[in-house]
Every structure is written in structure tokens, then in C-alpha cells.
């Protein structure tokens, strides 16, 4: 219980002094709940379950209007497990500095935070498929080329058109010290609803060193009327497989968003996945897709209710295609 009530003791202590510093110090409170049904035709699984997806609770801090540090936990597993951690020094508009554990730069859909997601999830999540399934956000995600990791970081805007990220992670557990390497460009105009984003990860496990490069576009803003669409694709090592072959993969999820003004309904919106892997590329027939049709009704800012029906359809030849209805509530303020 210790352990597990840690994360929330450095969150009191960390917070308790800024109401003795209110003129030097902010600090704003953040948290989201997400509540979820979801369905399985896989065989050997409850065919329907609730689940508490994610209860995040956290505070973000600034300091002289330079510094800023993020805490942020989730809650709804069996255990506390440690989300954003870090401090931020914002040397200059063009060089700042982030030392901590935090996402690294790699893959839009990755980067984008779990509250203004386009589908409820970013990969291939249907209870009893294999984890190993080919799907394009799956492959990234099972290489450690994406997500959390405890490291540092250069950051910064040049020009308010261009901005970058380059950074050092632990990586995997081998010998010696940091193993793991990203780094992301991206261009955007000033104000502008279109980003176009590169990005290299480098990853060592034990026995191998792989790396995986992508392209994405990002258009358009959660709520905003119209189009919202991101886009990647990516080609790499796949370090899940032995030998680690070549990988690659697509993924596309667009909405769009109709305002209707009502009091308890903000707005609808109609939202879509596709996204392709290819585990091998020397192989054939082991490739993947994943299809989402669905909507959301939106409440208030971020809350809204969102139904998903993802189809995971293999490439294999007399292989099972699996589905799952998924239903998911949604408050984050």
C-alpha cells in the first residue's frame, strides 16, 4: 500500500507550498475519467465486460514563467503507475529543456493525449486477440519505439513555423546506460490547422538494436467544426520478432465535428479508423487491418460519450476476423 500511495504522498507534498508562493508559482489541478463497455466475439472471453479504462489525477506547476512540471498518475488498475513526471526549463523560445519520464517524440497518434483521441483507442484493443496481432500503432508500441520513458530532452520553436524534439531514454533494461534515441521535426504555419511531422526512434533490447522512422500529418482541433483527421505511416525493424525483420504500417482516423448548440449537448461527431501492419515484409499473408466506424455526442469541452466498433480483420488466409462494440464515457477537466 506503500508503494502505491507514494505517487499520491509526492503530489500533496510537491503541491503544499504554492498557496505561500502565489506570486511566483501556479499550479492547476488535472484529471479524467474514462468508464467503458466493451464487447468480444473471441472465443474463451466474457463476451461483454465494464471497465474502469483510465482514472488519471494530477497537477501541472509553473515557476516564474519559465519553469513548468507535470505530474500525472492513473489510477485504475491494480496498482498506481506513473504516467508524465517531469520538469521543464524554458531556456529560450528555441531551446528548452524536459528531464523526467514523458512520452517520446514519435507517432502523432502516440503524442496526442488519451482525452482528444479521434477513436477511443489508438491500436488494436479487442479482449482474447493475440497481442502480437499486425496492426500499425500495436507494432510501434510492442518494439519500444513509442510511449513513456524516464530520460531528457531538447525542445523548442524556430521562426513560429518550426519546432523539435530531440531526446535521450533509458530504453530497455541492458547494460551500460541510456539506449534508446528520438527525435521529431515538425512544420506548421502560425496559426495554422496543418502540422506535417518526421520522426526517427532508435530502441536496444537484448540481442538487437532496431529503428523505425515515420511520416504524419495532424489537420484541424478537437471540437473545432469540420474536418480532424491524423495520419502516420512508418517503416522499421520490428524488434517483437525474432531476428527483428522489416516492418511497416498506416494508420488514418478522421472526424467530423457539427456543433448543435443545445445545453446538454454540445456537439455530434462522426469518426473513422483504418490502419494497416505488415509485421514482415518479406513474408506474405501475415499482414493486419483495423476498421472503426463510430461517433460521439459531446457534453461539455471533453466530456462526451463515444461508440466504437472496431473490426480486426488478419491477412492470413482462413485466419478469424474479430470484432468488439466498445462504449466509453468520458469526463476530463
Known sequence: MLRGAAP???????????????????????GGIQVQYNTTDVAGERPAVFELRRARLGAEMAAQDWITGKLDVDLAGASV??????????????????????????????????????????????????????????????????????????????????????????GAETAGGPRALAARLTAARPGGRLHVSAAVSRQDVPGATGVAWEGDVAWGALRQPGLRLLAEVMAGDNLAAAGAPGMRGAQAAAAWYMPVGGRRVEGLELEGRVSYGDPDTAGNGDEGWLLTPGMAVYLLGRDRLQVNWDVYVPGASGADRHSALIVQLQLVH
Open 8 to 30: 499520491m504522498l509526492a503530489l500533496a507534498v510537491w503541491s503544499a507550498p504554492l498557496a505561500a508562493q502565489a506570486g511566483q508559482v501556479s499550479t492547476r489541478w488535472i
Open 81 to 170: 503507475v506513473l504516467k508524465d513526471v517531469w520538469v521543464d526549463l524554458a531556456v529560450a523560445p528555441a531551446f528548452q529543456v524536459r528531464v523526467g519520464r514523458f512520452k517520446k517524440p514519435f507517432s502523432v497518434v502516440a503524442l496526442t493525449g488519451y482525452a482528444q483521441l479521434v477513436t477511443v483507442e489508438r491500436g488494436l484493443r479487442i479482449r482474447g486477440v493475440p497481442a502480437d496481432a499486425a496492426e500499425e500503432y500495436d507494432l510501434l508500441s510492442q518494439g519500444g519505439y513509442l510511449g513513456w520513458d524516464t530520460g531528457a530532452a531538447a525542445h523548442g520553436e524556430v521562426g513560429g513555423a518550426l519546432s523539435y524534439t530531440v531526446g535521450v531514454f533509458n
